[in-house]
């Protein structure tokens, strides 16, 4: 029956295990085959967005691309007529031939890929249109290559005007077939856009099912299961975690994975008992670990508290005794004043009164001899009955354990300790007995050298009164031995000042380290006060570069202007005056550049770029530069350069320019008579020794300026390199000049990495010394400081009068022939002039008029909003930026955002030139940009491009 019973059992626990992995299997098998399906709609709906997104990127975006690339290809031909028709002399008819030529087949080619491609009725039809009106323009651009090569450039002009509204046609038709592909490509991609909106529907809706199926299959699955999980529950539950040395084991007779979990579990709970044990011991011998080193540490700290041997071993063995657990112990230290090392006995604890220990033994006698002669320690625990050693006041008791243990000191024994108890030494006391008979014998050594010193020490006194019989002999030496024993005396009392005064010091020391500090601290907020004050001087220099600026304008433009005379007006004399105004202003603004220059250096703000520079070129520049101020001072000029030097050099060659035309411009200022001269050459070590980059590079540049002008003296050799500085007053009263020259090319250099010097003798003439390093890579762990603001104003060298009235005789001669060239370009056309400054708008209405243009001017923005609201034709506009009410970038971009004149060429003016004020322009509409003062022909000459 009962055989039966369990074979019930069994075959209702298979029944359980195959039920629970079913119900697994098919929970699993349900959520696989949902899951499918949802992978199957997944991809359909994937596969449908990627057609759309194919469609939208290889189909409509080759389209928009094609057509794209024919409007490109369209503008390079346009503009290369237009650059033949504004410049008709330089240009290259073959080349323009070969050009319009190439960008004609790109576009034929084009337009046939795109026939071939468009599956659209409007496609085809847009494209014919575009196709119809580039064969007429085609026409246009062979008849005008035709013309080019036939050297007929005067009927270009009515060529390229008369094809002007097919060309607009053409852009807009080109413009409308792109819109239409991109509104094409619009569709697909809202088309997408639904199909991922049911994308994410029907994913939402997958994810709901899904949750509720996996839910359902856990529920049933945990339902099933819960009964076994809460016995195993149960089971951690009464685990005391306190106490491991038993843990209750679970009772499941299931064999599937719980019951598995049971088994584990159970293996579990047998090695947490184990565990326990092995940390319970590990505890012990931590715990009997501790008390070794704590009882050691406390024995081994008595041993520097005595000097001699008999307190010590006193004091040693009545605290390891009672430490120990012993009842009685005894010292023997090693004598080694006889014939034969003996040991005595020093100390005992709890002797009685017949003591029965020994006095002394000598080695190999009995068994603390043994222990000598064995050096290991020996233990007794089966004392015999008669050994009574241990006394107490009802009398004396037999030990049960005896312990003798040598103490040793490099291999040798030099003293035995005993002890005796009625009970067994445990392991830790013997431990703490070895551990503290390690540094013993190091103790007993030191203080039995302590005391042979004593002794000696004791001898020597002897000694020494045997000695003070010969004393009186010594006398006088003595007499000098006290002098000396006084004087020093009176030094170490010099010594004690000394040290109280190194304490004061000390003390003076911590308080000026604390005051220091307040002064770093304060330094600190200075530093940021300079920073502020740095960029409100930026500020005021850029402010004053533009009021200084304004007027010079006017002042140039108005002497310019009279000084050319087109209407022959004025006397020889007259024009004469405008020519001295006209060169006083350039001498103004060459000081304004000047003087911002070296404000630039000296707040670090001054931009250096390190390029290429050609040397030859350099060279010739010079030659010719200065070549006419040479021949009107009667005066010899020559430029050589050395073979070594290299044809590139690495440098700021805008920085390098003005330095050497600094050097030369006061050469030829201060030479009268005789010559002036500039080398080239590779610098020797000598030239650069000590500089800050001479270890960096070893390849240097030397330029020397040799004249034989008045020469320096020496005193003042170091003065000149200083700003507004010259020899002596003097001196600048009879030549001029402001004193800046030298000092900004002393600064320049530096900012180089090199340095320039001067030798001179008085009356002889002087040599002026540039040496600079060759930097490919820029200077080293120095960035370069961003500037603040930077000049846009076309620099004017500091040359002679002569050689400025030349150069303005040939500038007017160039302006009148571009004039002629360019006949009527200006004529008739409108412009409307915007400045609040009615100097320069008086300057320009007078210049433009003799142009033969229609002037209006506006004195600010809204003016000049209101002004072109209410004119129908307007074809330029020149705009001043720093106007009141409304400044320049507000109305070129209210002008932009008109519906009518949105083309019309905006040229900017200022006098604020700060850097990327050029960019902020360009950004706010200008057409194009040109600082004050104003050259009126490079003005004439850009408003003629943009008008043409």
């Not at 200065?626 to 009107?632: E, I, W, Y």
Request: negative net charge; charged residues 30%; aromatic residues 6%.
């Amino acid at each position: 029956m009962r055989k039966k019973n369990d074979e019930e059992k069994s075959g209702e626990r298979r029944r359980e295990q195959v039920s629970f992995k079913r119900k697994q299997m098919m929970g699993l098998g349900l959520t696989v085959f949902f899951l499918f399906i949802l992978m199957f709609v997944i991809l359909s709906m994937v596969n449908g967005m990627k057609a759309n997104m194919l469609e939208i990127v290889e189909d409509r975006y080759y389209k928009v691309n094609q057509a794209t690339e024919i409007r490109q290809l369209f503008y390079q031909t346009d503009q290369q007529l237009l650059s033949v028709l504004t410049d008709k002399d330089s240009s290259d008819s073959l080349m323009t031939a070969e050009l319009v030529k190439a960008n004609h087949e790109g576009i034929q080619t084009r337009i046939i890929k795109l026939e071939q491609e468009l599956n659209r009725q409007k496609s085809n039809l847009l494209l014919k249109e575009v196709e119809q009106a580039y064969e007429s323009y085609a026409q246009m651009q062979n008849r005008f290559t035709d013309l080019m090569g036939s050297g007929e450039m005067d009927s270009l002009d009515g060529l390229y005007r008369s094809e002007r509204e097919n060309r607009n046609a053409l852009l807009d038709k080109l413009d409308e077939f792109k819109e239409y592909q991109e509104s094409l490509m619009a569709d697909s991609l809202k088309s997408a856009n639904e199909t991922y909106s049911q994308l994410v529907a029907t994913l939402v809706a997958a994810v709901a099912i899904a949750i509720v199926l996996i839910v359902g299959v856990t529920v049933w699955v945990i339902s099933s299961t819960g009964r076994t999980i809460s016995v195993i529950t149960k089971g951690i539950k009464n685990i005391d975690y306190q106490d491991l040395s038993s843990i209750s084991r679970l009772d499941v007779e299931s064999n599937d994975e719980i019951g598995n979990i049971a088994k584990a579990f159970n293996s579990m709970a047998d090695s947490l008992e184990n565990y326990y044990m092995k940390e319970q011991r590990y505890s012990a011998e931590i715990s009997e670990q501790n008390w070794i080193q704590s009882q050691s540490a406390a024995l081994v700290s008595i041993y520097s508290q005595h000097v001699t041997i008999a307190n010590l071993a006193d004091d040693f063995i009545s605290r390891l005794a009672p430490a120990a657990g012993a009842d009685l112990g005894v010292i023997y230290v090693k004598d080694d004043s006889g014939s034969k090392p003996v040991f005595k006995k020093q100390a005992a604890y709890a002797d009685g009164a017949v003591d029965p220990g020994r006095d002394f033994f000598y080695e190999g006698e009995g068994l603390a001899g043994q222990t000598v002669r064995d050096k290991k320690t020996i233990f007794l625990e089966d004392v015999p009955e008669g050994y009574k050693v241990l006394s107490t006041g009802l009398g004396d008791v037999r030990p049960k354990s005896i312990m003798m243990a040598p103490v040793m000191l490099k291999d040798e024994v030099v003293a035995v300790v005993e002890l005796a108890s009625i009970r067994l030494f445990t392991d830790a006391q013997i431990k703490l007995l070895e551990k503290v008979i390690e540094t013993l014998g190091i103790a007993i050594t030191n203080i039995s050298g302590r005391m042979e010193i004593e002794r000696l020490l004791a001898e020597s006194q002897a000694q020494t009164e045997e000695l003070q019989a010969q004393a009186e002999e010594l006398q006088s030496q003595s007499e000098e031995l006290q002098a000396q024993s006084e004087e020093m005396q009176s030094q170490s009392e010099e010594l004690r000042m000394i040290n109280e005064q190194l304490e004061e010091r000390s003390r003076d020391a911590e308080m000026k380290s604390e005051e220091l500090q307040a002064a770093k601290e304060e330094l600190e907020e200075k530093a940021k006060q300079l920073g502020l004050s740095s960029k409100y001087k930026s500020e005021f220099l850029a402010n004053m570069s533009h009021e200084l600026r304004t007027p010079l304008n006017s002042i140039l433009l108005l002497s310019e202007m009279l000084a050319e005379d087109p209407d022959q007006i004025l006397t020889e004399e007259q024009k004469e005056f405008s020519k001295v105004i006209h060169t006083s202003g350039q001498d103004l603004l060459a000081l304004i550049n000047d003087i911002l220059d070296l404000s630039k250096v000296e707040v670090g703000k001054l931009e250096i770029s390190f390029e290429e520079v050609n040397m030859g070129e350099m060279s010739q520049r010079l030659q010719q530069h200065f070549t006419q101020v040479a021949k009107h001072k009667n005066l010899e000029f020559t430029v050589t350069s050395s073979k070594e030097v290299p044809p590139v050099f690495n440098t700021d060659e805008q920085r390098l320019q003005q330095i050497v035309k600094n050097l030369l411009s006061n050469a030829f200022k201060f030479t009268e008579e005789g010559s002036v001269a500039v080398t080239f050459e590779k610098a020797s070590k000598r030239d650069f020794f000590g500089l800050p980059l001479s270890t960096y590079t070893d390849d240097w540049l030397k330029i020397s300026v040799l004249d034989t002008g008045i020469g320096i003296p020496s005193e003042k050799q170091k003065l000149i390199f200083e700003a507004f500085q010259q020899a002596d007053g003097a001196t600048m009263r009879k030549y001029g000049g402001t004193g800046l020259g030298l000092s900004i090319s002393k600064e320049f250099a530096q900012l180089l990495g090199g340095i320039c010097k001067v030798e001179s003798e008085e009356g002889k003439g002087s040599r002026f010394t540039l040496v600079i390093p060759n930097l490919p890579n820029g200077m080293p762990e120095i960035e370069a400081g961003t500037l603040a603001f930077e000049e846009a104003a076309v620099t004017v060298e500091p040359v002679t009068e002569v050689s400025e009235a030349d150069e303005a005789q040939d500038a007017k001669e160039d302006a009148e022939a571009e004039h002629q060239q360019a006949g009527t370009e200006l004529k008739d056309k409108t412009v409307i002039v915007v400045d609040d400054d009615h100097r320069n708008i008086y300057a320009l209405k007078n210049a433009l008029k003799k142009e033969g243009m229609n002037v209006l001017t506006a004195e600010n923005g809204m003016q000049c909003l209101d002004l072109i609201m209410g004119t129908e034709q307007i074809d330029i506009v020149l705009m001043d930026i720093m106007m009141p009410i409304m400044d320049g970038y507000e109305t070129m971009k209210r002008l932009r955002g008109l519906d009518s004149h949105q083309d019309v060429p905006i040229i900017a003016l200022t006098a604020k030139a700060m850097k990327g004020d050029r960019e902020k322009c360009m950004e706010a509409g200008a057409t194009d940009y040109i600082s004050k003062p104003l050259k009126l022909d490079q003005l004439l000459s850009v408003m003629r491009v943009w008008l043409s």
